[in-house]
């Protein structure tokens, strides 16, 4: 015997978001945006490190 597929729950947000896809189309896809603030380094430089930015 087949079993019978569960009925999805009405959800209101949804067939809001589905009405106005149909209306206005598709919204643009979104980009990675890299951060704005990198950390410093947790420790100081090792004196190798130093010696190999001069």
């Keep these: ?8 729950v009405f959800r209101a947000s949804k067939a809001v978001k ?4 149909e209306h206005i189309g598709q919204p643009p ?3 990675a ?4 603030n990198s950390k410093p380094p947790k420790r100081k ?3 190798g490190e130093m010696l190999a930015e001069e």
């Design 45 to 47: 430089p090792t004196l």
């Design 18 to 21: 589905a009405a106005a896809r």
């Design 29 to 31: 896809a979104t980009r």
């Design 1 to 8: 015997m087949a079993t019978r597929k569960k009925r999805k």
């Design 33 to 36: 945006v890299p951060a704005r």
